[in-house]
């Protein structure tokens, strides 16, 4: 009779390597969707730090704006004297 014990010993090797190639094979996808993944992530980080930069200078314009807007509305406030107008007839009559 033939010893067949060095057989089983050799089909439960191939189907381990098989195992650890199939684990081996989705840690590899898995690391190179991971790679993707942090490259869309570094990407939306990018431009959002530019937007926070772009908002940043639109709110520093905007105060700027509305300072100046300030300034020139009371110059022009404390230059002009307002008079009362009245209407008769449907014409706006101003008095001086």
Do not use: W
């Not at 840690?27 to 990018?46: M, P, S």
């Not at 639109?58 to 230059?79: C, D, F, I, N, P």
Request: net charge positive; proline share 1%.
């Amino acid at each position: 009779m033939r010893n067949f014990g060095h057989f089983k010993g050799n089909e439960t090797r191939v189907l381990i390597a098989r195992n650890v190639h199939r684990v081996l094979d989705v840690y590899a996808l898995q690391q190179e969707i991971a790679t993707v993944n942090l490259g869309k992530f570094r990407k939306l980080q990018h431009e959002l730090e530019e937007a926070e930069t772009r908002a940043m200078l639109a709110e520093k314009s905007l105060s700027q704006l509305r300072a100046m807007s300030r300034q020139s509305t009371t110059s022009v406030t404390e230059s002009v004297t307002v008079r009362p107008s009245y209407c008769r007839a449907r014409k706006c009559i101003k008095q001086f």
